[in-house]
């Protein structure tokens, strides 16, 4: 952004503490300053990077937001099996109703299942934790380099200078290839939430289930069978007296 503005960030730091040569010139102020800055700037990147991701992405690139969507209905090509299938359309109607989702609701449907896998699963929490990190650091990327656009165009009507031609070409276009690469990483993130979400599920619905008592703890399986209860003999008196059986 700095060079987009048409300084550098040491630069900034000397016109922010030009009233004190010692501040302007010390190591340690110039640090703090940068780490501020960061700080500041992840705070300002973050809303904007969520509303590219939930508004912008899907209309540039919607088959790589609709996985959920794919995985629940066979397109003629390729598609999940059909019990698969019946599983995420039950889970999905759980979830939304008897309505048809909204694409939006996939992806509320795929974070669930994905706060569901990682407490099944630490295993496979690493992993969709490292591409989450990934698609989430791409979306960064591209946020920043959309905000450099509009930086220098500022930079040009304030100062009068020339657009820098190159870095807005740089920037339009690295927007469009750190994006589309975005958007692939979170392709496979769902993919994996969701091929790890039906593992996971179909895996305790195949576990034998352990017998308890009526109090709902589990029975040792190792505990010697209870005996069976007999037959108790009932005696009745007859007409005359007589013991009958």
């Known amino acids: 952004w700095s060079i987009a503005a048409g300084t550098t960030f040491a630069a900034f730091v000397t016109n922010v503490y030009a009233g004190s040569t010692t501040l302007s010139q010390s190591v340690v102020v110039l640090v703090a300053t940068l780490l501020l800055a960061a700080y500041l700037i ?12 939930s508004r912008i992405l899907p209309y540039l690139f919607p088959s790589y937001f609709a996985v959920l969507a794919d995985a629940a209905r066979y397109d003629g090509k390729r598609g999940y099996p059909p019990a698969a299938r019946a599983f995420f359309q039950n889970q999905i ?12 609701q996939y992806r509320q449907a795929t974070y ?7 407490m099944d699963s630490e295993s496979a929490a690493v992993l969709l934790g490292k591409m989450r990190a990934e698609y989430r650091m791409l979306e960064g990327l591209y946020v920043v380099l959309v905000i450099a656009i509009p930086i220098n165009l500022t930079s040009w009507l ?5 657009p820098d031609l190159l870095l807005l070409c740089l920037a339009a276009g690295g ?5 589309w690469s975005a ?20 895996d305790q619905a195949a576990r034998p289930k352990v017998p ?34």
Request: no cysteine.
């Open 42 to 53: 992840g705070h300002i990147i973050s809303p904007i990077s969520s509303f590219f991701h």
């Open 93 to 104: 109607h759980r979830l939304f109703g008897e309505t048809t989702p909204t694409p939006n």
């Open 112 to 118: 669930l299942w994905y706060d569901s896998v990682r």
């Open 158 to 162: 304030i100062t009068g200078h020339g």
């Open 175 to 179: 927007f469009v290839v750190v994006s």
């Open 183 to 202: 958007a692939r990483t979170f392709r496979t993130f769902q993919r994996a939430v969701i091929d790890q979400f039906y593992l996971l599920n179909n």
């Open 212 to 245: 308890s008592d009526r109090g709902g703890k589990a029975i040792s399986q190792d505990a010697p069978a209870p005996e069976p209860l007999t037959s108790v003999s009932h005696e009745t008196t007859g007409p005359d007296g007589d013991k009958a059986r």
